[in-house]
Structure formats: structure tokens, C-alpha cells
């Protein structure tokens, strides 16, 4: 079983990715996870530049901590299986980067004061890519590792055809189908999932009204409760042949032990899902 890790906290998330890093890389860098979790929490909190700090009430820093420590347990076992391509330091850096800044679309420059940055969504993922190759630009990173982390990112684009995506390495495609199975499970995984389900659609109406005309999606959704209903059918119907088919079944590198040991973020989506049918079978009963 993972130890239990408040995804809250900057801090107990980043003492974990250190642990896995020195583990599966004995000579690494032992500055390199406290300096990158550092750029990210100034992104986060306003102080790089002159953004904001985030202010998307879903889409925060905890949901890119959940993301992150999903990555960093799934690369861990994929290490440790000694899959094919073998994972090396460098890519295993690469995509801690990507995890960290895939959100950073949702920030707002300071002279940005109409809504909330969730009125991006559309296009954050974009914006991501675009922040991405600005920090890492004045950090010195190569322009193929600025490529790299931009190819990761767009692997969490919902509509995204993943054959598009310039990957420069088998490698890399791998890392970044790891990016986007812990995108989706860090976040169905957590416990305050359903909870946060109306903060969810709140974003995504907020970007209804902000896109109104352009075809968005966003706008798919009448209610907090239509969410609610959909979210069951989001969960079987895209995410399971999405990180099944499109992101080669990588999850399975999360089982304990593998390859047949349990899979606890999928036993945690499992129990989101099963509260939810309850509530609403609830909500049903009560509403006759």
C-alpha cells in the first residue's frame, strides 16, 4: 500500500517525489526535485513573473500535487518492472516538469482581473505549453527538453490526438501517456472527488460563458447535478478505454506488487463511483 500523503501540502508531496527519485537514480541530483517543486510553487502562489496566484478553485495546486505523486508512483513501478524503454534520470526529470507545470494555463497575468483563470479552459492546455517554454527558456533547458515537456503536456488535452504529438522518443511518448493516466487517476482517486464535483462544473461554466459561440463542451453540462450524472458514464465510457487504449494500459505499473498486486488508485475511483450511484439513487428516492 502508497503511504498515505497530504496532497495538500507542498512539502510532504515533494519529500516523496525525492524518495522515488533517489531511489530509482542513486546518482541524481539531489537538489534537482526541492529546485523544480520550488519554481512550482512560485507559479502557483504569484510570485514568478507577473502572474497571479492560481485562483481556479478546481483546477489548484493540490489537483497538479494529486497529479504529480500519481506520475511519480506509476514511473516508480514502471522503473522497477524493468519495462521497455527503460526509463533514464534525465526523462524521469523531464516529466516531473511537465506534471508540475501542465496547469500552469490556468494562471492569470496581473492586469487579468475579469473571472477567474478558470475561463481558460478551452485553451490552458496551450497556454501550458506556452508557459512551460518561457520558464524553462530562462532556466536554461535545451530547446528538445523544452519539447519534450510541451509534448508531454498536450497529452492531457481531452480531444487530443495523441498521434499528432511530435514525440522525439518512444521514451517520451511513454512518459507522456504516464502524464496523462495520473492527470485523470491522481484526481478520481482522491477523496474529496465527489465532493468537489460542483466546484468542477463551476469552472466549466465559467468558461461556457466566457467561450459562448465557440463550440465548447464546456458548456455540455446544464447543472452540478447533470455533472453528478455524467460523471459515472465520464469515468467508463472515456477514461478507462482512454488510459486502457490511447495511454497503453500504463496504470497497471501502479499495482502493488506488480504485476497482479492491487491497484489502489482504481479501487479509490471505484468507491468515488459506487458513493456517487448511491447519492444520486438517493437524491432519486427523495426527489419521488
Not at 465548447?216 to 446544464?222: I, N
Request: proline letters at 4%.
Amino acid at each position: 500500500m502508497y503511504p498515505a500523503i497530504d496532497t495538500k501540502d507542498p512539502t510532504a508531496v515533494e519529500v516523496e517525489v525525492q524518495e522515488a527519485y533517489r531511489a530509482l537514480f542513486p546518482q541524481q541530483d539531489r537538489l534537482f526535485v526541492p529546485k523544480v517543486f520550488g519554481w512550482a510553487i512560485d507559479c502557483f502562489t504569484g510570485n514568478y513573473r507577473d502572474y497571479q496566484p492560481i485562483d481556479a478553485h478546481y483546477h489548484d495546486f493540490e489537483h497538479t500535487l494529486q497529479g504529480t505523486l500519481c506520475m511519480i508512483r506509476l514511473l516508480s513501478g514502471y522503473h522497477r518492472a524493468n519495462a521497455n524503454p527503460t526509463l533514464t534520470k534525465k526523462m524521469f526529470e523531464l516529466g516531473l516538469l511537465a506534471i508540475l507545470l501542465h496547469d500552469t494555463g490556468y494562471l492569470k497575468e496581473r492586469d487579468d482581473t475579469e473571472g477567474t483563470g478558470a475561463k481558460y479552459t478551452l485553451i490552458h492546455v496551450n497556454r501550458s505549453m506556452e508557459f512551460a517554454a518561457q520558464l524553462l527558456s530562462e532556466k536554461r533547458f535545451k530547446k528538445n527538453e523544452i519539447q519534450a515537456v510541451q509534448n508531454m503536456i498536450r497529452c492531457t488535452g481531452v480531444n487530443v490526438d495523441l498521434t499528432g504529438i511530435p514525440f522525439q522518443s518512444e521514451l517520451e511518448m511513454t512518459v507522456g501517456f504516464a502524464l496523462g493516466t495520473s492527470d485523470l487517476l491522481g484526481q478520481m482517486a482522491a477523496d474529496d472527488y465527489i465532493d468537489k464535483l460542483e466546484i468542477l462544473y463551476l469552472e466549466f461554466a465559467e468558461s461556457a460563458r466566457f467561450n459562448t459561440g465557440k463550440g465548447t463542451a464546456t458548456g455540455a453540462f446544464a447543472s452540478a447535478d447533470d455533472l453528478r450524472q455524467k460523471t459515472p458514464f465520464f469515468w467508463e465510457k472515456y477514461v478507462i478505454p482512454k488510459i486502457n487504449r490511447d495511454f497503453k494500459g500504463l496504470y497497471q505499473y501502479l499495482n502493488q506488487p506488480w504485476p497482479d498486486g492491487r491497484n489502489v488508485y482504481l479501487e479509490r475511483i471505484a468507491a468515488n463511483i459506487e458513493r456517487l450511484h448511491r447519492e444520486l439513487a438517493t437524491a432519486q428516492v427523495g426527489a419521488a
